[in-house]
């Protein structure tokens, strides 16, 4: 009762902004029902008969992803976890339109829904409607109602690609006679590094119940740049074999503006350069158009321009990838990349993607959210990390001038990614086993 009391408050309180964004950029309107009150009978229904299999066989796989990096997790690992369980029906939620959007787009309307908030009604009606038989949660997304209704309800909760960050393991600490009970009910956590396992164990998980099965991201990372998907890309963008392309995704606010001055003070030297912008919010597409332009440049928007293939993508011209879901791809583009998320307080965004096709990568002094791997990625000598615009400036020239280096950078890149591959068979093997043993106990 406490926790739906402080939930009440908290959006009481955070109404105002709630409403301003509903009402300026259209967030959080979709799947209010399903927030507040929780999966319905006939979203369950739908879900189930999605699956197309005999009810008395089938079992169900709750999966929730908050959004579109955790979603982008699931899709291997759901193939691999119906290869060895085929009468399994999957059930992804997720708590932000983006990631709902992705998620279809991975597994289909049917079998998606949007995570209901930690209330005891909405979280009862889910489980209660969709009968779940395992609880799998991607990362880490604890929340107490959630966890201590499906602990009661002898659920199997399990924690997949499992990252604590040492300051959020300090804020569970300094609340632990609120949070530790959270953690000490979680069946199994498969941690991506060491570090990670032992903050877990810090915050009330028993150690029994934690494994280290490394980073799934490292197995999800593209390799291969010959796909359909890179090319139809390459072949919008009308890219010349002379030209070096320059990517920086993923970007927060600020991080355009860095991107749009070096490249500025690099494309007269370096007429061969050419620059794409990836932002990380959609909210954030127009803004970042109009900052392009006050640049005095020209913004070619992925969402509404023609493609370049039949014109001349000059160096006054940005291209602006303002859709949803593009980014893996369009990493394949690019010789040179710059991770986003990294020169501001975010932490940092995945760098695994351009990584794993032979980009030479940088990205910022914050990295806090991908420690371990930015980390591995530089001690194999496959990325670099830059400290302000002076030393990106200096990284994005020398991919530009000496391009042998740019790509003995992009293969020690590859070459980290293919040591670290693995850990989704881990975890798939180890859901399995805990999943039956779950059962036999019970």
């Known amino acids: ?47 189930h008969e999605a699956a197309k299999l005999n009810a008395n066989s089938k079992q169900c796989f709750w999966l929730h992803a908050v959004s579109v990096g955790e979603v982008n997790l699931l899709p291997s690992l759901v193939e691999k976890l119906r290869a060895r369980s085929p009468d399994t029906v999957f059930a992804i939620s997720t708590s932000t339109d983006t990631g709902y959007d992705v998620a279809v787009k991975h597994f289909g309307e049917d079998a998606v829904f949007f995570c209901p908030l930690d209330f005891t009604w909405a979280v009862r009606r889910t489980l209660r409607n969709l ?107 009308g890219i010349d074999p002379w030209q070096r392309v320059w990517m920086f995704g993923s970007t927060q606010e600020g991080e355009e503006e860095l991107g749009l001055s070096v490249y500025q003070e690099l494309k007269t030297l370096h007429p061969e350069l050419r620059l794409i912008l990836v932002p990380r919010h959609p909210e954030r597409f127009d803004t970042v158009a109009r900052l392009v332009e006050a640049h005095g440049m020209k913004a070619h928007r992925r969402s509404t321009d023609h493609s370049l293939y039949d014109s001349q993508w000059d160096a006054d011209t940005a291209i602006l990838i303002d859709t949803i879901g593009e980014l893996p791809h369009w990493w394949g583009v690019c010789q040179i990349a710059t991770v986003g998320g990294s020169f501001g307080d975010r932490g940092g965004q995945n760098m695994l993607e351009p990584a794993g096709y032979g980009c030479a990568v940088s990205f910022g002094p914050n990295t806090k959210n991908f420690a371990e791997i930015a980390e591995r990625l530089i001690d194999g000598h496959g990325a670099v990390r830059v400290a302000d615009k002076a030393e990106l400036t200096d990284f994005v020239r020398r991919c530009v001038s000496d391009v042998p280096a740019a790509d003995s950078l992009g293969r020690a890149a590859r070459q980290v990614i293919d040591e670290h591959c693995g850990a989704t068979d881990k975890t798939v093997a180890a859901l399995i086993v805990v999943s039956n043993s779950h059962r036999a106990a019970a």
Request: hydrophobic content about 40%; glycine content about 6%.
């Open 131 to 237: 009968k779940p038989s395992k609880l799998i949660l991607a990362e880490l997304e604890l929340w107490p109602n959630l966890i201590r209704i499906a602990d009661e309800s002898q659920l199997p909760i399990m924690v997949v690609n499992a990252r604590l960050s040492e300051k959020s393991a300090r804020g569970y600490q300094k609340f632990s006679k609120l949070t530790r009970s959270t953690f000490a009910r979680l069946t199994w956590v498969g941690s991506q590094d060491q570090t990670c396992a032992e903050r877990f164990e810090s915050c009330g998980t028993p150690a029994k119940n934690i494994a280290v099965t490394g980073s799934i991201k490292f197995d999800d990372a593209p390799t291969d740049r010959n796909t359909p998907d890179v090319a139809s890309r390459q072949q919008w963008a």
């Open 1 to 47: 009762m406490l926790a739906n009391l402080i939930y009440s408050l908290a959006l009481f309180l955070a109404s105002p902004v709630v409403a301003y964004r509903i009402i300026r950029h259209g967030r959080y309107r979709r799947g209010v029902a399903n927030k507040l009150l929780g999966l319905s009978p006939s979203g369950a229904q739908k879900i």
